[in-house]
């Protein structure tokens, strides 16, 4: 008998290991080829997709009369598999030498979660990948609100020990458990009581900014002076903005949050350039600088306190954060620009509430 649970114990500390073939390799090296990244971001994405191809690999295995869809859409963050109802997201790492786990805060938001985010270790040069465990995203979000865990570079920093380590109880729960344990309740009234023009702001539609100084506006973005609140059409107009291209955008966080309400205000002008050259004129005439910033709505004179206003690349890579402070009455990114077509994103966090706008300059 002891031999026997000595024998069963060790099976659970032992591996999941899924060995990566050529055509893996070749898939990775084309999907990451594509990204318009660095080179450190296209090794990231590398990486995440040879987790994602050997994490299909071991849940195809176990789990044969199933359909799994892949999702690359965002694999320089993250890749996704979806087995019925269930959403599993790779985590990828090149090894475990710490005992902490990044989770891109992107992928963690209400929007994109999985259900389960598994850490997988990719040996590239061994060519073989390891299933060390996975986290409940409802844990997650317990956890997160519990520890206020640390986040560095735009990832929530979580503990190793928090992970399940036997992979194999995915599988148990893929068959016997329903999805929807393992989501994220959310309040009916915060859904519900949000008029219609607020609710379709959360959806991500890309706003083309060049589009503004022909008049043309996505529904839901206001000029100031236009806003029904006075307070904030004075604080925009003594700051020298010009109103032909400043616009905002009402941002409700949520009714079980005390009805908080914030103004995502955008200014942009064209960027002229001040040298004399041909060359540098042309090269700067197609490019819009932007002015963003967050300011309080509803009567409230300071932002709620730890709210974050972040800038991330079209592949999701946070440039800049700004964190609100006690009494803040606006925060705003440092300015920048970009040329026509390019892509960015604005993501506001407060809590477990995360919205994020799609932009285009």
Request: proline share 4%.
């Amino acid at each position: 008998m002891p031999n026997s649970i000595y024998s069963q114990d060790l099976r659970l500390l032992l591996p999941e290991t899924v060995w990566l073939e050529p055509e893996h390799f070749s898939l990775a090296n084309q999907i990451s080829s594509l990204e318009m990244t660095n080179t450190a971001d296209s090794w990231q994405t590398y990486l995440n997709t040879l987790a994602l191809l050997a994490l299909e690999v071991w849940l195809g295995e176990r789990l044969p009369d199933k359909v799994i869809l892949r999702d690359t859409n965002s694999i320089a963050t993250a890749g996704n598999l979806k087995v019925d109802e269930y959403k599993f997201c790779a985590i990828a790492t090149e090894n475990l030498l710490s005992e902490i786990v990044a989770i891109p805060q992107l992928i963690a938001n209400p929007v994109d979660s999985a259900h389960f985010y598994v850490l997988i270790e990719v040996l590239e040069e061994q060519e073989e990948v390891v299933i060390r465990g996975f986290l409940p995203h409802k844990k997650l979000i317990e956890v997160k609100s519990s520890l206020e865990l640390p986040i560095s570079d735009g990832c929530y920093q979580v503990p190793l020990s928090l992970f399940d380590v036997e992979p194999n109880h995915l599988l148990l729960y893929q068959r016997y458990v329903e999805a929807s344990e393992f989501a994220v309740p959310v309040a009916e009234n915060q859904v519900t009581q949000v008029s219609e023009n607020i609710s379709n702001l959360l959806h991500l539609t890309t706003t083309k900014l060049s589009q503004w100084f022909q008049g043309v506006v996505n529904e839901g973005w206001q000029v100031i002076d236009s806003m029904s609140n006075p307070e904030l059409s004075l604080a925009f107009s003594t700051r020298n903005v010009d109103k032909n291209t400043k616009r905002a955008k009402i941002i409700d966080l949520g009714i079980d949050l005390g009805n908080k309400k914030v103004a995502l205000l955008l200014n942009i002008s064209p960027e002229t350039s001040s040298l004399d050259s041909n060359i540098n004129n042309r090269e700067n005439q197609d490019k819009i600088s932007v002015l963003a910033q967050l300011y309080p709505m509803g009567g409230d004179k300071f932002l709620p306190h730890s709210m974050k206003i972040i800038l991330l690349s079209k592949t999701g890579k946070v440039l800049q954060e700004v964190t609100s402070r006690v009494q803040d009455n606006y925060i705003q990114l440092r300015p920048f620009k970009g040329e026509s077509g390019k892509k960015f994103s604005i993501q506001i966090i407060w809590g477990n509430i995360s919205i994020e706008e799609k932009f285009e300059f």
